[in-house]
């Protein structure tokens, strides 16, 4: 393969994750940004966020919300890994530390009474649940 050859399978590689999609699924964002909103407000508040000021200074949470709206507006392949690979990231990172934590845990850590392993681990299957769904509905389709 000669260096134009492997310029070009380059650019229409390129060319494919940056293609506008087409919208269906288009209803996944709308529920991805509604539960992350909820887990960030959920999240400062537990943290003691007390006004809008304490929100401003945790601008850069709010930076995912911008990738769903320009999804929304112009989905692309790398729109849709962009939203979907965190939240994959993060659940399979919280079932490695629970798996960890059992096996083999740190001396610092100290075990949580069975109710709150409860709620985090019904809260780890809702974050999974909503994972999945969001990643079958918004599924990259071809281009229209």
Not at 35 to 57: S, V
Not at 60 to 82: D, K, M, N
Request: charged share 10%; proline share 7%.
């Amino acid at each position: 393969m000669g260096q134009s050859q492997a310029k070009e399978v380059l650019v229409r590689g390129l060319r494919k994750i940056v293609e506008r999609r087409n919208y269906r699924g288009w209803w996944a964002h709308i529920v991805w940004v509604l539960a992350y909103t909820a887990f960030i407000l959920l999240m400062l508040g537990n943290l003691g966020a007390q006004d809008l000021g304490d929100l401003l200074h945790a601008w850069f949470l709010f930076i995912p919300l911008g990738f769903v709206i320009i999804q929304w507006i112009r989905p692309t392949l790398i729109g849709w890994a962009l939203i979907n690979l965190p939240g994959v990231g993060y659940i399979l990172a919280v079932v490695v530390w629970l798996v960890w934590c059992t096996v083999a845990p740190p001396s610092w850590y100290s075990p949580p009474n069975p109710s709150e392993w409860l709620y985090g681990l019904l809260f780890l299957g809702f974050l999974a649940a909503l994972q999945a769904g969001i990643l079958y509905a918004g599924w990259p389709g071809p281009k229209d």
